[in-house]
């Protein structure tokens, strides 16, 4: 699996990779997740998908919906549903913040990564960002392509 470069004891499972290319995002939360033992054991075989899931608030909490963890094979009767809606673990301030702007701003909840962090523990990170229009991201594109080009320059001039 994939190691994070910035921390190096993170173990990522998961991650959204079209988010940053769909989304401005604005700012980052770490967040636990609300897990039974066969979810824990489907995402330590490192096969979940958070690409098509979105976070929302109801009833003062911050759920994570439309994330698919595959069930574990080896459990029976005591498997999980695939597509469940999981809870977010959030301060109070932090989940305050986050229900203001997506209310007031019209800002969207995007997941990034799920990891184990050097504890063990399963999280997720999760995105305040606002929808990029479609010159936007021709922008983006024509940046990371520029980037691109200039990079090959400088490593074959030397």
Known sequence: MAKDSANPKRHIVAENRKARFNYEILETFEAGLVLTGTEVKSLREGKANIAESYASEEGGEIWLINSYLPE??????????????????????EVRKLIGAVQRDGMSLVPLKVYF?????????????????LHDKRETEKKRDWDRQKARVMRDRG
């Open 117 to 133: 962090n050097d504890r063990g523990r399963a999280k997720i990170e999760i995105a305040l960002g606002r929808g990029k229009k």
């Open 72 to 93: 574990y094979l080896q459990a029976n009767r005591a498997n999980h549903e695939t597509r469940r809606r999981r809870k977010l673990l959030l301060s109070k301030r």
